[in-house]
């Protein structure tokens, strides 16, 4: 059983809050058993909740220790230094993105925070490589790309792990979402919520929100102050334990799965006004496909008692539609 650390005490995740653990260790096991439960666990948490803690992913404590350490290295960089790392017309694409220019969907007020973008590396002549922006080399951290890149290619390998088990729970070939996201257009987004020093009124850390994309991988943040919104409409804390991220549906593949699968909304709250000298650090890796990928409603998810509820629409278009609808574009 898997504990979290809440309000000073370790609560048993499955029994208290919903939020189940899983052990990716079993799907690649090579034992048939064991893989099945970690598709039918996944699948049944994911229609739940939308949200899994997950051991024995990809991610290293070395790897992910150093990344923390590059990220704060850059957000401590002299505001001139880092503004000189946000390339207009870019929709925040790659590259630094400054304080409060994000807002959640639905609110005018910015975000308070400031974070940095690390897209896909194509390395293997594939023409997509035309869609996407370069990544941004930080000429003043020596290991700060190469870091970046390591954690990026990692987690995109988690992430396949995650969507091939998902794929099986949909009663799909395995690889169904393998060519989908060969060199898609994930993004590995390190976050800065600096200290808060006036009373924010009504902006937060990050506002009620669900993810556009198919599935984000969330390292375990410095400090406490996600929530997330359970099926009896409360607003419910979690951290990640030493060893685990944080997995969980994005509204893409939601949609693809026609609401059998849950986006669930989520939210960074601001922390109690004794902490507002602290900053935060996040890492998550959103799990995003090629643009041409349709997120139509697959047949399956669709019968007399849960009729198509989208229209269809590529990936592509789909998140042009949501970073005009959260100011990036």
């Given at each position: 059983m898997a504990f979290l650390y809440l309000c000073g005490k370790f609560i048993k995740m499955s029994e208290k809050l919903g939020i189940p653990s899983v052990d990716l260790a079993d799907f690649l096991s090579g034992d048939a058993q064991r893989k099945n439960q970690f598709v039918q666990d996944l699948g049944k948490a994911y229609e739940e909740i939308g949200f899994v803690a997950l051991k024995n992913h990809r991610l290293?404590?070395?790897?992910?220790s150093e990344l923390y350490q590059e990220v704060q290295n850059f957000f401590?960089?002299?505001?001139?230094?880092k503004k000189q790392y946000e390339i207009a017309g870019l929709a925040g694409?790659?590259?630094y993105t400054g304080f409060g220019k994000e807002h959640a969907k639905g609110r005018n007020t910015g975000d308070l925070k400031e974070f940095w973008h690390f897209g896909q590396y194509v390395e293997d002549n594939d023409p997509i490589a035309k869609e996407y922006p370069e990544n941004v080399e930080v000429k003043e951290l020596n290991r700060f790309n190469a870091v970046g890149k390591e954690a990026y290619q990692t987690l995109e390998d988690t992430g396949r792990d995650m969507l091939q088990a998902l794929a099986l729970y949909l009663g799909l070939n395995e690889l169904y979402f393998d060519q989908h996201i060969h060199n898609g257009n994930s993004i590995l987004r390190p976050i800065h919520y600096?200290?808060?020093?006036?009373?924010?009124?009504d902006a937060v850390r990050a506002a009620e929100h669900e993810d556009i994309n198919l599935i984000t991988l969330l390292m375990g943040a410095s400090a406490d102050g996600l929530q997330v919104l359970n099926k009896q409409g409360k607003w419910v804390g979690v951290t990640a334990l030493p060893g685990q991220i944080i997995v969980n549906v994005g509204d893409m593949l939601q949609r693809h799965t026609n609401n059998k699968l849950r986006s669930t909304t989520h939210r960074v709250v601001n922390p109690p006004k004794e902490a507002w000298g602290n900053s935060?650090?996040?890492?998550p890796?959103?799990?995003h496909p090629r643009s041409e990928m349709p997120l139509n409603c697959l047949e399956s998810c669709v019968d007399a008692e849960n009729p198509k509820a989208y229209k269809d629409i590529t990936a592509?278009?789909?998140?042009?539609?949501?970073?005009r609808e959260i100011g990036l574009k």
């Open positions: 290293s404590d070395a790897l992910s401590g960089l002299d505001e001139d230094k694409q790659r590259g600096p200290p808060i020093t006036e009373e924010p009124k935060r650090f996040s890492i890796f959103f799990l592509g278009e789909y998140l042009n539609e949501r970073l």
